[in-house]
Antibody, heavy 121, light 109 residues
Framework: EVQLVESGGGLVQPGGSLRLSCAASGFSFSTYWMSWVRQAPGKGLEWVANIKQDGSEKYYVDSVKGRFTVSRDNAKNSLYLQMGSLRAEDTAVYYC??????????????WGQGTLVTVSS | DIQMTQSPSSVSASVGDRVTITCRASQGISSWLAWYQQKPGKAPKLLIYAASSLQSGVPSRFSGSGSGTDFTLTISSLQPEDSATYYCQRGNAFPPGLTFGGGTKVEIK
């Protein structure tokens, strides 16, 4: 059974840092693109970052470029999101998701339960 | 970036009704489109990928169609458990991001 379990969320002051983790199991982690997606309270879904299987390609939404870093450790079946210079508008539930490739299309087929990040003084 | 626009933003329908949600891409994306269902407090769930392929375990009352810039998600006979917010997501690789539409909230009358 595919499982994705996020951790590391919490309350942080503006300008602070936080590292999210996502533990993957039940599939061959190293063979999938992975993704972070967030959802601010009462708002829609926003992709945050995508990372290739070997970590050689990383992509970010413009609003987090230069502040967030996505990484992975295939030996530990883990995905990470290092968040810095946090702002109130980064407050959201952060989900990790597996990206499934089907005929050149990319879709997020499994999701974790999410971890809440609250940026407030 | 390619923008994804959903309509309507909300819909209220009765059990047994046929419900259709649309998603429009600002540029052609072939059939690279997915639909997700999200219930309050839960993670999104993949319903449809490649515009019309039903994800394993998803009831057959859900169907997707379209290509290019215009896509639809149809619930053929609305059930109480279908009350949720539905999101489309483009699946073409570049420009990278796999962005979402703004969502459509489906409520039961």
């Amino acid at each position: 059974e595919v499982q994705l379990v996020e951790s590391g969320g919490g309350l942080v002051q503006p300008g602070g840092s936080l590292r999210l983790s996502c533990a993957a199991s039940g599939f061959s982690f190293s063979t999938y693109w992975m993704s972070w997606v967030r959802q601010a309270p009462g708002k829609g879904l926003e992709w945050v970052a995508n990372i290739k299987q070997d970590g050689s390609e990383k992509y970010y939404v413009d609003s987090v470029k230069g502040r967030f870093t996505v990484s992975r450790d295939n030996a530990k079946n883990s995905l990470y999101l290092q968040m810095g210079s946090l702002r109130a508008e980064d407050t959201a539930v952060y989900y990790c998701a597996r990206i499934y490739n089907f005929w050149s299309g990319y879709y997020r087929d499994y999701w974790g339960q999410g971890t809440l990040v609250t940026v407030s003084s | 970036d390619i923008q994804m626009t959903q309509s309507p933003s909300s819909v209220s329908a009765s059990v047994g009704d046929r419900v259709t949600i649309t998603c429009r891409a600002s540029q052609g994306i072939s059939s690279w489109l997915a639909w997700y269902q999200q219930k309050p407090g839960k993670a999104p769930k993949l319903l449809i990928y490649a515009a019309s392929s039903l994800q394993s375990g998803v009831p057959s009352r859900f169907s997707g169609s379209g290509s290019g810039t215009d896509f639809t998600l149809t619930i053929s006979s609305l059930q109480p458990e279908d009350s949720a917010t539905y999101y489309c997501q483009r699946g073409n690789a570049f420009p990278p991001g796999l962005t979402f539409g703004g969502g459509t909230k489906v409520e039961i009358k």
